[in-house]
């Protein structure tokens, strides 16, 4: 396995995908980065944008067991990771897996459930299993979570909560397609109104679980020049530094920021990493990790302004 492997799969998913979801190769990129890295995803943007499709087609096109959750305002820690249920047949307790027992998990609009719900996936994001009753259930090397939320800004939802979004190596803000994209959106996907079906597209399987570990180890493998490592440590300690954040990212940023820039570089088809890559993926992955200082917010700066002009600061290696 090597990096120009690496890349062709990256084109394969852009074709497949490309079946059903119009756009969204930058979305894409990173989904295949995070997977590469076993990373987790948070995918924001208003109802309709294909959040939730591109999510299946995802686990369809890597052959990856695909669960979902739809997250609601009465949903209850046991109805996410399973319950215990006593069997009177048998006189003893039987386990009732949840929806959280899946490979890629769709945690569908996570912010519209409260805090307590929201934290059942926290041991599960970070640790890979779940507790339940004091038993430890494991969830498997390939458990990853695709989450979206809508803007926060809208009605019913829930803010998530520091330590929540620090488990997710990206946040990516999913954007309305331009006005090509939704022409060629309405002609294939506008005599329905439903959610269509994968299987009426076509979509082939273009890879196997072995591949995905082969190219994950390969990735892991991946060499940063001292320079590079400098630079990510730097950037992400200047924003500890910044007065117009109140909390800066975390020493656990810095090293999701490393090895998400190796698995960019070998899906580009590259055997090593570039600044490039870092700035490409600073603002996904420091963005939710930042907390913008009262001043700042009522001055009219976001966490994104603020990370572009400290990376405009921090000096690349040449």
Not at 81 to 92: A, L, P, S
Not at 115 to 131: D, I, S, Y
Request: glycine share 6%; proline share 5%.
């Amino acid at each position: 396995m090597d990096a120009k492997a690496a890349r062709e799969l990256k084109e394969s998913l852009y074709r497949e995908v490309g079946k059903v979801v119009v756009g969204q190769e930058a979305t894409l990129d990173l989904v295949l980065t995070a997977l590469l890295c076993e990373g987790h995803v948070l995918l924001e943007g208003v109802p309709g944008t294909a959040k939730t499709l591109l999510a299946r087609s995802v686990a369809a096109c890597l052959d990856l067991g695909y669960g979902r959750i739809q997250f609601t305002p009465d949903l209850m820690p046991g109805d996410v990771i399973g319950t215990n249920i006593f069997h009177f047949q048998t006189n003893e307790f039987v386990l009732t897996k949840g929806p959280i027992f899946a490979q890629l998990l769709l945690a569908d609009e996570i912010n519209r459930t409260p805090p307590k719900t929201q934290a059942a996936l926290l041991e599960a994001m970070q640790e890979r299993h779940v507790t339940i009753d004091g038993k430890s259930h494991d969830l498997g090397d390939w458990f990853m979570v695709i989450a979206t939320q809508n803007p926060i800004e809208q009605e019913g939802t829930y803010p998530l909560p520091e330590a929540q979004l620090d488990r997710f190596l990206f946040k990516i803000g999913v954007d309305y397609p331009s006005r090509e994209e939704e022409i060629d959106l309405v002609s294939r996907h506008g005599h329905r109104t439903a959610m269509p079906k994968l299987g009426e597209f076509g979509i082939e399987k273009i890879a196997t679980v072995e591949t995905l570990a082969a190219l994950r180890k390969y990735v892991a493998g991946i060499r940063l020049s001292p320079e590079i490592v400098a630079y990510i440590v730097d950037i992400v300690r200047a924003t500890r530094e910044r007065p117009s954040l109140r909390l800066g990212a975390s020493p656990r940023a810095a090293n999701m920021l490393a090895t998400a820039a190796r698995a960019t570089a070998v899906i580009e088809g590259r055997d090593f990493v570039i600044p490039d890559d870092v700035k490409m993926l600073a603002n996904s992955a420091l963005r939710h990790r930042v907390v913008l200082a009262p001043g700042a917010e009522i001055e009219g700066h976001n966490a994104e302004s603020i990370l572009q002009q400290i990376l405009a600061e921090v000096a690349a290696p040449r």
